[in-house]
T-cell receptor, first 112, second 114 residues
Framework: KAGVTQTPRYLIKTRGQQVTLSCSPISGHRSVSWYQQTPGQGLQFLFEYFSETQRNKGNFPGRFSGRQFSNSRSEMNVSTLELGDSALYLC???????????FGPGTRLLVL | DQQVKQNSPSLSVQEGRISILNCDYTNSMFDYFLWYKKYPAEGPTFLISISSIKDKNEDGRFTVFLNKSAKHLSLHIVPSQPGDSAVYFCAASPTGGSNYKLTFGKGTLLTVNP
């Protein structure tokens, strides 16, 4: 089975711009979660989608949003980028009823 | 406030010996705990988990122990191998879930010396 894939792997944007990141989960996985990883804060939960609905949400401002498509692929969007949004964004998928999430390699976003 | 804490940023052990990675949590709503391993330039990889109804779970060389009264869990790796060298994250999930809304510790870098 192919693992979780994320595109793009690297991205450079400037302040004020917006960005869309994409995640394709493992086939059959309907839950997709997004995390932000920074050196200071570690891994922080952004949100989780299941069957095209946001099921859980972390403590991030409304500039961070996401969606999930009928094929379970997910996108997250960050609008009005700030320097502090520079981070590694990780996507993870999981199978209902089975422990553990499977992470993709991440998208490294640099905001200048 | 940090609800999941890994107080040792790094740990170094000799090949063949035991590695013990520790994790403390403060939120009583957590009742499912997971350990992940992360190599550079890769996403975290799920290792092992434990539900709060258990105090021990074993999978090959990896054993996780949970002490609910102390709000403490630990990951034991026996015997340690050089390929185990990675950053290890402890994660916790609230009541009713096992895979969502995970709260992660900041990680412990394990180095296993040949």
């Amino acid at each position: 089975k192919a693992g979780v894939t994320q595109t793009p792997r690297y991205l450079i944007k400037t302040r004020g711009q917006q960005v869309t990141l994409s995640c394709s989960p493992i086939s059959g996985h309907r839950s997709v979660s997004w995390y932000q990883q920074t050196p200071g804060q570690g891994l922080q939960f952004l949100f989780e989608y299941f069957s095209e609905t946001q099921r859980n949400k972390g403590n991030f401002p409304g500039r961070f949003s996401g969606r999930q498509f009928s094929n379970s692929r997910s996108e997250m969007n960050v609008s009005t980028l700030e320097l502090g949004d520079s981070a590694l964004y990780l996507c993870a998928s999981s199978l209902e009823g089975r422990p553990g999430q499977y992470f993709g390699p991440g998208t490294r976003l640099l905001v200048l | 406030d940090q609800q999941v804490k890994q107080n040792s940023p790094s740990l170094s052990v000799q090949e063949g010996r035991i590695s013990i990675l520790n994790c403390d949590y403060t939120n009583s709503m957590f009742d499912y705990f997971l350990w992940y391993k992360k190599y550079p330039a890769e996403g975290p990889t799920f290792l092992i988990s434990i539900s709060s109804i258990k105090d021990k779970n074993e999978d090959g060389r990896f054993t996780v122990f949970l002490n609910k009264s102390a709000k403490h869990l630990s990951l034991h790796i026996v015997p340690s191998q050089p390929g185990d060298s990675a950053v290890y994250f402890c994660a916790a999930s609230p009541t009713g879930g096992s895979n969502y809304k995970l709260t992660f510790g900041k990680g412990t870098l394990l180095t296993v010396n040949p």
